[in-house]
């Protein structure tokens, strides 16, 4: 058996395994399960819609919640948008520092070392083209 005639394939292969491996342990540290409740007809059809693009109903909705969250939060006037950042900043490090998590801010909008500050620095884009469509 000769060594070394793949070294850079199976190096560049341990590298993305193990690149993989610390997204999905950052993105397991990063959630949180969140209770809704939905009527039959609605859960029925987010099983069907789930199934349709292959992922959990549980995951599916998660997605879906993720953007119309930021849809709502791009929609409010620019001052609530800014408190709500802030608080929801706050509210993150908080429940991350419960997992040993620790968040290092840099930047005036709290984005920096850490990037888990998402919402003040969306606080400081321009939204203005999703009201003007509701109008």
Same mark, same amino acid.
């Given at each position: 058996?000769?060594?070394g005639?793949?070294?850079?394939?199976?190096?560049?292969?341990?590298?993305?395994?193990?690149?993989?491996?610390?997204?999905?342990?950052?993105?397991?540290?990063?959630?949180?399960?969140?209770?809704?409740?939905?009527?039959?007809?609605?859960?029925?059809? !987010?099983?069907?819609?789930s199934?349709?693009?292959?992922? *959990?109903?549980?995951?599916?909705?998660?997605? =879906?919640? +993720? #953007?119309? /969250?930021?849809?709502?939060?791009a929609?409010?006037?620019?001052?609530?948008?800014?408190?709500?950042?802030?608080?929801?900043?706050?509210?993150?490090t908080? !429940?991350l520092?419960?997992?040993?998590i620790?968040?290092? *801010?840099?930047?005036?909008?709290?984005n920096? =070392?850490? +990037? #888990?500050? /998402?919402?003040?620095?969306?606080?400081?884009?321009?939204?203005s083209?999703i009201?003007?469509?509701?109008?």
């Amino acid at each position: 058996m000769k060594f070394g005639r793949f070294t850079k394939v199976a190096k560049s292969m341990v590298n993305e395994l193990v690149q993989a491996e610390i997204e999905a342990e950052y993105q397991e540290a990063h959630t949180t399960s969140v209770s809704i409740k939905a009527s039959v007809s609605t859960a029925a059809m !987010l099983t069907v819609l789930s199934e349709m693009f292959g992922q *959990s109903r549980y995951a599916f909705t998660g997605e =879906i919640i +993720e #953007d119309f /969250t930021a849809d709502l939060f791009a929609s409010l006037p620019d001052e609530m948008r800014r408190t709500a950042a802030e608080k929801a900043d706050k509210i993150t490090t908080e !429940l991350l520092a419960k997992q040993g998590i620790t968040i290092t *801010s840099g930047g005036p909008a709290g984005n920096g =070392i850490n +990037e #888990d500050q /998402t919402w003040r620095g969306l606080a400081c884009a321009d939204f203005s083209y999703i009201r003007n469509e509701a109008a």
